[in-house]
């Protein structure tokens, strides 16, 4: 049974930094493409970042691209999201998902499997 567990999130001020972590278990983490999705109060979820299973292919939210960095780290499991330049609108409960297939399709949510669940990152003005 493949399980993510995701940690990291917090209050933060504007301009501040969170590193969020997704460590996976029960499953060969080297196989999965790995993604990060949010989902505000009141909002759908939406898609964040996304790094592939061969850590050549990265995508990132146009709204997070040059704050927001993915990367992972195939020996320990773990997928990160470093969140800098926070905003208010940042605020979000973060998921971390995993996706077994061959392709790498970044920002669709149904192409992931298997999903953590979720962190609280709040950003105060």
């Known amino acids: 049974q493949v399980q993510l567990v995701e940690s990291g999130g917090g209050l933060v001020q504007a301009g501040g930094s969170l590193r969020l972590s997704c460590a996976v278990s029960?499953?060969?983490?080297?196989?999965?493409?790995m993604g990060w999705f949010r989902q505000a109060p009141g909002k759908e979820r939406e898609f964040v970042a996304a790094k592939s299973r061969s850590g050549i292919s990265t995508n990132y939210a146009e709204s997070v691209k040059g704050r927001f960095t993915i990367s992972r780290d195939n020996a320990r499991n773990t997928v990160y999201l470093q969140m800098n330049s926070l905003k208010p609108e940042d605020t979000a409960v973060y998921y971390c998902?995993?996706?077994?297939?061959?392709?790498?399709?970044?920002?669709?949510?149904?192409?992931?499997?298997?999903w953590g669940q979720g962190t609280q990152v709040t950003v105060s003005s």
């Open positions: 029960g499953g060969t983490f080297s196989r999965y493409h």
């Open positions: 998902a995993a996706d077994p297939d061959r392709d790498f399709s970044p920002r669709d949510a149904t192409d992931y499997d298997y």
